[in-house]
């Protein structure tokens, strides 16, 4: 279990629900306030913004290799630099999103991207941290965010177990004493079978400590699967509308998605409950549902038990069905009526 600000996560409460802004703000101060207004009435726990530039991110070059070559992405044939441009969360909205997240009772924390962006938060008394997936293997800013004492969180992406090691050896080296890693599939939108939740156990086991998932897929399935295999963050992009575009709008849910969201999780984490057999306090009545034997015919002193005479049905106030051939035979002691349950008083050899 870790505390991030006022409240704390770990699989003794429902999941902690991250929104992640990312560019969906389109660049517009007005409509990043009324994402933290709308991840609030969706009610999550958190909104997370990203702290960087272009500038940070890479450089401003039209050589091949600072464009995006992958023909399946949704950002096919863009230059970083404008790319990370269109994303960028200007560092002077920080305060008053924060000021907002704050008045509407939302954790509001962010991703840096480099030293100076960890350096801009920390005069923002954010009240953690999360590192990117593709900046997992970043050891000197795992180093340099978890100078500052606060909880990490660090999505594993497609790092490797040597890779998660190494960063997790350093957050913890370097002071970091409350951390979450996230299982993370680096593709934007994930598919399902790229997913493989059944991580998230291994890890929490290998690195000892809590694990979430950090959702790239459509809908809300992958998460709930994730609330039932431990997970105890969930981390999803969301925006006001797919149709108003955006860098991640293809992949991030709408206000009603995310309210779903939290319900499901939290409905899946109820489920879990523990190892248990037999009946719930809920089912103690439910038991009269069950088949028992009664007398189905009226009956006479001395009369013998047949299966014309006696049967296995609801409800269940009689011998269970499975002394059936055990009393078959076995003769009344008394005038017995019809729809009268089975007892071992009524019967003798």
């Known amino acids: ?28 101060l007005d409509r990043a306030l009324a994402l933290v207004d709308a991840a609030a009435d969706a009610g999550v726990d958190a909104v997370k913004l990203q ?3 272009a500038d940070t991110m ?6 091949p290799e600072f464009t995006i070559q992958n023909q399946s992405s949704l950002w096919k044939g863009q230059s970083l630099h404008k790319l990370y441009q269109m994303a960028y969360t200007p560092w002077e909205w920080h305060a008053a999103i924060m000021a907002r997240a704050k008045q509407r009772g939302l954790i509001c924390f962010s991703s840096p991207f480099d030293a100076s962006a960890v350096d801009f938060l ?43 090691a190494e960063a997790v050896d350093a957050a913890r080296q370097s002071g970091c004493k409350n951390l979450v890693l996230l299982k993370c599939t680096s593709t934007y939108p994930a598919s399902p079978e790229n997913t493989h939740l ?51 709008s293809a992949f991030s849910m709408e206000p009603e998605e995310l309210k779903s969201l939290v319900i499901e999780t939290e ?48 409800p269940g106030l009689g011998l269970a069905p499975k002394f059936q051939e055990i009393v078959l035979g076995m003769r009344v002691t008394q005038n017995v009526a019809a729809g009268t349950p089975l007892s071992w008083n009524l019967l003798k050899e």
């Open 267 to 314: 409905r899946a984490w109820h489920a879990m409950g523990v190892v248990h057999y037999g009946h719930t306090e809920a089912e103690v009545h439910a038991r009269t549902r069950r088949r028992s034997l009664y007398v189905v015919s009226e009956m006479k002193a001395g009369d013998r038990l047949t299966l014309e005479n006696t049967r296995a049905i609801r």
């Open 198 to 248: 059944r991580t998230i156990p291994h890890m929490r086991e290998l690195f000892g400590c809590p694990v979430g998932l950090s959702d790239h897929t459509m809908g809300i399935g992958a998460s709930v699967a994730a609330t039932a295999l431990g997970a105890v963050v969930i981390e999803k992009h969301f925006t006001l509308s797919r149709a108003d575009g955006g860098v991640d």
């Open 1 to 28: 279990m870790i505390e991030i600000a006022h409240l704390e996560v770990g699989d003794h409460r429902r999941p902690f629900i991250i929104a992640e802004m990312s560019g969906n703000h389109n660049q517009s």
């Open 58 to 63: 890479t450089l401003d070059s039209s050589n």
């Open 122 to 164: 920390e005069t923002l008394e954010v009240p953690a941290y999360k590192v990117a997936s593709f900046e997992c293997i970043d050891l000197p800013l795992v180093r340099r965010v978890a100078q500052t004492g606060k909880p990490m969180i660090i999505s594993t992406g497609m790092a490797s177990i040597a890779e998660i």
């Open 51 to 53: 702290t960087f530039t």
